[in-house]
């Protein structure tokens, strides 16, 4: 039995006044998920452990089974490993996000007004031409999303999360250090030589990042790419902010944790989630025209997964548009985005792998709800729907977060679910069809 398991970043929702009192799945047209849903198992998992955030960095690697109790560092470490950055002893791997700000000190928005790779680089290169030294780099990543590495900084610090400070004064949001570390400087490290050091304090961790931020204001708002983004009635990419800060996470492979998984792959537009798939031993697919907005290239990411499929026995294929949209608060977008990923995702999928000889269990889940009135995660069950050759449906005829509290999976929490699938085995009768086919 293959695996294919969609993650639809951030699509659950709340009810909403504005479609009559229905969350979007509720509303929008989905005849793929709602057909897969009456033709299998469904439930609810909870995918935030109990005293951390709602992030995708928490929940991706949880519905990938792993105990964050044990592996989690944030999610820094984990975009380093997707952009090919070897983490050394001592590292402090930050992700570092390029945002809008106006000139009252109000975030604007959390994606530098969706700032291209291309133009990303040349502020990732000023960056480092003006502020990087022996201590500090930055490394470029895609779009908003960067790297920024302090050798010998200290993970005991406190930094907002961009996309959670939409209008807010940014100069009340700066790095500080967390509370009951705010002096510690006791944490040591090795190097590759066995040398002993000392690492940086939370406060002078704390101080590094914050003149950083402020240096960023004047030297990003004064560059040629801002200057000409404004010409165009563009929002600037105009300052960093650094967040999701860890050391070098100690992970086994799924391999090495699931028996049922001699390889896989990892299908996503986003460096966090393709991090995380390094750590789990999954190959990464590059996709032309992946963005992880909804421009994305559904059909492309589609037809990664499905050839990753033919060779290997676990594919992640992760799709953000709808989580985008939601932190814009964009209704209509994100209806549009659950609505392709339906059709041009789900839709797909069902009839690609209608005729195969090999059985495929396909889970389709968001990570989190990104409710598009609160623009941001919230720590909520989300629902989830199973299918595979010969199962047992159950009562639920909707994929959507009300109807899926029936589903006879129940709620589970947290490295259940990749248990569960991993026990399915194929129990398909002589002469039933490999996969459902959606009309």
């Known amino acids: 039995m293959k695996h294919l398991v969609i993650v639809a970043d951030g699509m659950a929702d709340h009810p909403v006044e504005r479609l009559g009192g229905k969350t979007l799945l509720q509303f929008a047209d989905v005849p793929n998920m709602d057909a897969l849903a009456c033709n299998g198992r469904t439930g609810r998992l909870v995918t935030i452990p109990d005293g951390f955030s709602p992030g995708s ?11 964050q109790e044990k592996v989690y560092e944030g999610r820094g470490p984990l975009e380093a490993a997707s952009i090919g950055y070897e983490m050394r002893p001592g590292d402090l791997a930050l992700r570092v996000s390029l945002i809008s700000v106006d000139e009252r000190g109000r975030i604007v928005n959390h994606h530098g007004g969706h700032v291209t790779t291309q133009e990303s680089f040349q502020l990732i290169d000023c ?7 022996d201590r500090l ?15 010998g900084g200290n993970k005991h ?10 209008n807010k004064d940014w100069h009340g949001l700066l790095v500080r250090p967390k509370e009951g570390y705010e002096h510690s400087g ?15 304090s939370p406060k002078e961790t704390s101080d590094i990042l914050n003149d950083s931020i402020l240096k960023s204001q004047g030297l990003l708002g004064k560059h040629k790419v801002n200057i000409n983004r404004r010409s165009c009635g563009l929002p600037p990419a105009n300052l960093i902010w650094p967040w999701g800060g860890g050391y070098r996470p100690s992970m086994l492979t799924l391999s090495e944790k699931y028996p049922e998984v001699r390889s896989g792959a990892v299908v996503s537009a986003d460096n966090l989630i393709r991090g995380i798939g390094q750590y789990a031993g999954l190959k990464v697919v590059d996709v032309d025209g992946a963005t992880g907005f909804a421009d994305t290239n559904y059909e492309g990411k589609v037809k990664a997964a499905i050839d990753a499929l033919r060779t290997d026995d676990f594919v992640f294929l992760h799709i953000e548009a709808s989580d985008e949209a939601g932190h814009d608060g ?19 999928i069902c009839s690609e792998l209608s005729d195969w000889k090999e059985p495929v269990c396909i889970a389709l889940l968001p990570d989190h709800p990104t409710p598009v009135e609160l623009r941001t995660h919230v720590d909520e069950p989300v629902p989830f729907l199973v299918y595979y050759p010969g199962i047992k449906p159950d009562s639920v005829s909707c994929y959507d977060e009300q109807s899926c509290m029936s589903g006879s999976y129940g709620l589970l929490r947290l490295q259940e679910f990749m248990e569960e699938i991993m026990k399915i085995l194929d129990s398909r009768k002589a002469g039933e069809p490999v996969f459902i086919t959606i009309v």
């Open 137 to 151: 780099h930055f490394y470029a990543g895609s779009q908003y999303r960067h790297l920024l590495v302090i050798k």
């Open 186 to 200: 006791d944490d040591c490290y090795f190097d590759s030589l066995g040398v002993k050091h000392k690492r940086l």
């Open 127 to 133: 960056l480092n031409a003006e502020l990087a030294d």
């Open 57 to 67: 960095d928490v929940a991706n690697s949880v519905i990938l089974g792993y105990d």
């Open 157 to 166: 610090i406190e930094c907002a999360l961009p996309h959670d400070s939409i």
């Open 330 to 348: 964009d209704l209509q977008l994100k209806l549009k985005t659950i609505e392709d990923i339906d059709l041009r995702v789900m839709g797909t």
